[in-house]
């Protein structure tokens, strides 16, 4: 009988119909050994929180699946702090807090992992609370050389390599180590006042400037796909917040669509993405996404907003999109030395998704193309990178994670060879 060849059920469409060469479910000590004499084989080692992007498995690669034997959400109340395993979704974990009326940062969706947060995680509520990693307490993992360790955040006595350490897990930890849990900050749950809409371009554009002003409980978001959907987030978090939030809705577009209404959690928060397509888009459609990071726009948003017009006219596949996020605030307060993160500035992450219809090569190529177009266009506007997706299947990797890490590089380069020598993990 011919043996099985090993899948993984995953979000992630594509990394769902990769052939694996097998999946480790839990760090036992003879994946350790494993690791520690390199042999596992093939590198690198692919690992799995969310499921939720291309690069939790790779064709004829191990996949280290950490979503089943690692759940446990404990939450202390005499800190305030949460401690995830790296099973757990952001969901379950805003389900968590929200029973103890807190809450996380979380971004647009609650179906990801811990990926989402050891890659810096940008939420609706970051311009207030800062990015997912500026929240972390503690983490444990395995580093790539197979050594187990825990680390806290660094305090004025720590030494220059401890802060180094943290600095690279906060934002590069896939190269270097499997997190296997994290101590997390939490905040005062509020009501978030949620207003949506559907702009044209010229409407887009003013909408852009104007949001550049706005105070750190608001935050805006839009995708842009057949039609402009934008979402405006504000965070209800006393009266004087509540009367600001009025005069804010005020000056919004008066669309006659739109809609304002309260959500209790991030978790209620509108999709961007149009899917009514008359079709199932998740089952027959492959994406890529890359984030591009950029400061304020200002006047020039109309320019922009014209060109990304165009190119979203020239789009190979109706499911190919160009969406942006709204940083800034307290997330541009922290020093860019403190995590990988180095774009502190940046006011704007836009990201752009290419599409195409599963194993069609010809229509991957297009979008695929069609993506480093609008990347190149948005450049001078926005030239840093968030590197939330990993693409070492993809030619411009190398150019992305040098604009994700810039002069940070050569430190994060030195830290790989010492602690995952071998190769075991994604090669940075
Ligand atoms: C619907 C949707 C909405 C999103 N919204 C936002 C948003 O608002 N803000 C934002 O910043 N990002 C957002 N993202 C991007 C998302 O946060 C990243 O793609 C993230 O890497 C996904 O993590 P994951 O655990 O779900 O996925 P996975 O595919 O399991 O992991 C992603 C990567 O992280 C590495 N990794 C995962 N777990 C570990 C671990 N335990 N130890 C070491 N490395 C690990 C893996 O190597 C993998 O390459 C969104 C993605 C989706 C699909």
Not at 56 to 78: G, M, P, V
Not at 108 to 118: E, K
Not at 188 to 206: F, G, R
């Given at each position: 009988?011919?043996?099985?060849?090993?899948?993984?059920l995953?979000?992630?469409?594509?990394?769902r119909?990769?052939?694996?060469?097998?999946?480790?479910?839990e760090?036992n000590?003879?994946?350790?050994?494993?690791?520690?004499?390199?042999?596992?084989?093939?590198?690198?080692?692919?690992?799995c929180?969310?499921?939720?992007?291309?690069?939790?498995?790779?064709e004829?690669?191990w996949?280290?699946?950490l979503?089943?034997?690692?759940?446990?959400?404990?939450?202390?109340?005499?800190?305030n702090?949460?401690?995830?395993?790296?099973?757990?979704?952001?969901?379950?974990?805003?389900?968590?807090?929200?029973?103890?009326?807190?809450?996380?940062?979380?971004?647009?969706?609650?179906?990801?992992?811990?990926?989402?947060?050891?890659?810096?995680?940008?939420?609706?509520?970051?311009?207030?609370?800062?990015?997912?990693?500026?929240?972390?307490?503690?983490?444990?993992?395995?580093?790539?050389?197979?050594?187990?360790?825990?680390?806290?955040?660094?305090?004025?006595?720590?030494?220059?390599?401890?802060?180094?350490?943290?600095?690279?897990?906060c934002?590069?930890?896939?190269?270097?180590?499997?997190?296997?849990?994290?101590?997390?900050?939490?905040q005062?749950?509020n009501?978030i006042?949620?207003?949506?809409?559907?702009l044209?371009?010229?409407?887009?554009?003013?909408?852009?400037?104007?949001?550049?002003?706005?105070p750190?409980?608001?935050?805006?978001?839009?995708?842009?796909?057949?039609?402009i959907?934008?979402?405006?987030?504000?965070?209800?978090?006393?009266?004087?917040?509540?009367?600001?939030?009025?005069?804010?809705?005020?000056?919004?577009?008066?669309?006659?669509?739109?809609?304002?209404?309260?959500?209790?959690?991030?978790?209620?928060?509108?999709n961007?993405?149009?899917?009514?397509?008359?079709?199932?888009?998740?089952?027959?459609?492959?994406?890529?996404?890359?984030?591009?990071?950029?400061?304020?726009?200002?006047n020039?948003?109309?320019?922009?907003?014209n060109?990304?017009?165009?190119?979203?006219?020239?789009?190979?596949?109706?499911?190919?999109?160009?969406?942006?996020?709204?940083?800034?605030?307290?997330?541009?307060?922290?020093?860019?030395?403190?995590?990988?993160?180095?774009?502190?500035?940046?006011?704007?992450?836009?990201?752009?998704?290419?599409?195409?219809?599963?194993?069609?090569?010809?229509?991957?190529?297009?979008?695929?193309?069609?993506?480093?177009?609008?990347?190149?266009?948005?450049?001078?506007?926005?030239?840093?990178v968030?590197?939330a997706?990993?693409?070492?299947?993809?030619?411009?990797h190398?150019?992305?994670?040098?604009?994700?890490?810039?002069?940070?590089?050569?430190t994060?380069?030195?830290?790989?060879?010492?602690?995952?020598?071998?190769?075991?993990?994604?090669?940075?």
């Amino acid at each position: 009988m011919e043996k099985a060849i090993p899948k993984i059920l995953v979000p992630n469409t594509q990394a769902r119909n990769f052939n694996l060469a097998g999946v480790h479910n839990e760090i036992n000590p003879s994946l350790i050994t494993l690791i520690k004499e390199g042999k596992l084989n093939p590198k690198p080692l692919m690992v799995c929180s969310g499921g939720t992007s291309t690069r939790c498995a790779s064709e004829n690669h191990w996949t280290l699946d950490l979503r089943d034997q690692y759940k446990s959400i404990k939450f202390d109340h005499s800190k305030n702090e949460v401690v995830i395993e790296a099973g757990v979704t952001m969901k379950e974990l805003i389900l968590k807090l929200s029973k103890e009326k807190r809450t996380f940062p979380i971004g647009l969706s609650g179906s990801t992992g811990i990926g989402y947060i050891l890659t810096g995680g940008i939420s609706p509520l970051s311009r207030s609370y800062g990015l997912a990693i500026d929240n972390i307490i503690d983490i444990k993992g395995v580093w790539g050389n197979g050594n187990i360790f825990k680390i806290s955040k660094p305090n004025l006595k720590s030494s220059i390599d401890e802060k180094f350490l943290w600095r690279a897990l906060c934002g590069a930890a896939p190269f270097l180590a499997i997190i296997t849990s994290l101590r997390l900050k939490t905040q005062s749950k509020n009501s978030i006042y949620v207003w949506e809409s559907v702009l044209n371009p010229m409407q887009l554009a003013d909408l852009i400037i104007r949001a550049e002003d706005w105070p750190h409980y608001a935050s805006l978001s839009w995708s842009w796909q057949k039609y402009i959907k934008v979402s405006a987030v504000f965070e209800i978090k006393d009266s004087k917040t509540a009367k600001g939030i009025d005069l804010l809705i005020d000056e919004l577009p008066k669309t006659k669509g739109s809609k304002s209404y309260i959500i209790s959690t991030l978790l209620d928060l509108p999709n961007l993405n149009y899917s009514d397509s008359g079709f199932s888009v998740e089952r027959k459609k492959y994406s890529e996404v890359l984030g591009i990071l950029g400061n304020k726009w200002g006047n020039k948003a109309y320019e922009v907003v014209n060109k990304l017009e165009s190119l979203m006219n020239q789009r190979p596949d109706i499911c190919c999109s160009i969406s942006a996020q709204q940083l800034g605030g307290y997330t541009s307060t922290i020093s860019k030395e403190t995590t990988s993160f180095i774009h502190r500035d940046s006011v704007w992450k836009p990201w752009i998704t290419a599409s195409w219809e599963a194993e069609d090569h010809f229509s991957k190529n297009k979008s695929l193309e069609w993506l480093e177009e609008v990347w190149k266009s948005m450049e001078p506007i926005c030239p840093g990178v968030h590197l939330a997706q990993l693409h070492h299947h993809l030619s411009w990797h190398k150019k992305e994670t040098n604009a994700a890490f810039n002069d940070w590089m050569p430190t994060l380069q030195k830290l790989k060879s010492k602690y995952d020598p071998k190769g075991i993990l994604p090669s940075i």
